[in-house]
T-cell receptor, first 115, second 114 residues
């Protein structure tokens, strides 16, 4: 089965500094990877996805993610953090079971931006 | 467009009571999903419906049933609630086969079982 791991439960970054939220994956076949963000008391919102092609994927709110096949990683990045980026971030991988599409999520990383 | 809507937003049940969580989407999506979110465990798939008329078990289906009422609506039923079902429940939808497509999530239902 496909899986993703988020090795850090919590990441703290000072406002204005670059941020990275880590994700590693384990798949058979081509990896299709996603990042979602969850603000307090809200549902998950899609940020970006990697399908194929360019290893640097750009998404919403100034976020981008770098796909690295040799390290089986898909880290989320932003050049300059904002306090409003504080939220819970989930990495996910697409899985196909008997032709049906599903997403398998990581356990989440809580990002706190310190003013 | 409202996207994905869920009712109710909050619910408190006593052990053994039953209830149905409602979900609807207005994006003409084929696939719909029910997840539960628990601290430190991320989102776990309960049931999904790849298309109207079909439903399949996910990772944690025990204690739940679902109905895909039509293309728009997908409900989750707890027949006899247990404290272990205290969680936040999210419904999601996506275009379905031929992806990979992102999923769109509802605002969630916070359920407490006493």
């Amino acid at each position: 089965a496909q899986s993703v791991a988020q090795p850090e439960d919590q990441v703290n970054v000072a406002e204005g500094n670059p941020l990275t939220v880590k994700c590693t994956y384990s798949v058979s076949g081509n990896p299709y990877l996603f990042w979602y963000v969850q603000y307090p008391n809200r549902g998950l919102q899609f940020l970006l996805k990697y399908i194929t092609g360019d290893n640097l994927v750009k998404g919403s709110y100034g976020f981008e993610a770098e796909f690295n096949k040799s390290q089986t990683s898909f880290h989320l990045k932003k050049p300059s953090a904002l306090v409003s980026d504080s939220a819970l971030y989930f990495c996910a991988v697409r899985d196909v079971i008997f032709g049906n599409e599903k997403l398998t999520f990581g356990t989440g990383t809580r990002l706190t931006i310190i003013p | 467009n409202a996207g994905v809507t869920q009712t109710p937003k909050f619910q408190v049940l006593k052990t053994g009571q039953s209830m149905t969580l409602q979900c609807a989407q207005d994006m003409n999506h084929n696939s719909m999903y029910w997840y539960r979110q628990d601290p430190g465990m991320g989102l776990r798939l309960i049931y999904y419906s790849a298309s109207e008329g079909t439903t399949d078990k996910g990772e944690v289906p025990n204690g739940y049933n679902v109905s895909r009422l039509n293309k728009r609506e997908f409900s989750l039923r707890l027949e006899s609630a247990a404290p272990s079902q205290t969680s936040v429940y999210f419904c999601a939808s996506s275009e379905g086969a031929g992806g990979p497509y992102e999923q769109f999530f509802g605002p969630g239902t916070r359920l407490t079982v006493l």
